[in-house]
């Protein structure tokens, strides 16, 4: 678990994002979707690096293998966006999607963030796991708050309470 490091997005990440991201949407989730469609990803330090918000990588061997989001919704709420983690680093035993994970909770604790929400589909069994494991509880659509980014392909939403240490 070691070799691999979470840090923060900088601009010349911008091409291995994409690299990671596009061909699990493409490929896996089989969505018709490009980086043109994907604005925040095009203006990550804009969309994602501003009030309480960041945007996390995962390098391994100096590779992008996966991303995490965190936008700032104002009112002390943020929305959870853009995980994704490479297939061959999947799984406990890398520990990617955890330690992003992770990394974006002790964020939040120490922006005073009440609130992580998320969206995701109902297809996504592995990752409704994952959430719940990590805290998060299914929510209504209309518990969401007003400046939530819903996303067309949205059909699961979660909520996590951050608590101040």
């Known amino acids: 678990m070691s070799e691999i490091e979470i840090r923060p997005f900088v601009a010349s990440d911008i091409d ?3 690299a990671v991201i596009l061909p699990i949407q493409r490929e896996e989730f089989g969505i018709a979707i490009t980086a043109d469609d994907q ?9 994602y690096q501003s009030g309480k918000g960041q945007f996390w990588v995962a390098v391994r061997k100096g ?10 919704i104002g009112n002390s709420q943020t929305a959870l966006r853009k995980m ?4 061959d680093v999947r799984g406990r035993e ?3 999607a955890a330690r992003l994970l992770a990394g974006l909770v002790d964020h939040a ?4 963030i009440k609130d992580i929400f998320l969206g995701t589909t109902d297809k996504f069994l592995a990752a409704h796991r994952f959430y719940e494991k990590n805290g ?3 929510v209504s659509k209309s518990e969401l708050p007003p400046s939530f980014p819903l996303m067309a392909v949205d059909s699961k939403f979660y ?3 951050i608590t101040a240490a």
């Open 16 to 18: 291995d994002v994409f």
């Open 39 to 47: 604005p925040d990803l095009g203006a990550i330090p804009d969309s």
């Open 63 to 72: 590779q992008i293998v996966g991303t995490i989001g965190l936008k700032d």
């Open 84 to 87: 994704f983690v490479a297939a």
């Open 94 to 96: 890398h520990g990617v």
């Open 109 to 112: 604790e120490a922006q005073g």
């Open 136 to 138: 998060f509880a299914e």
């Open 159 to 161: 909520r996590r309470r």
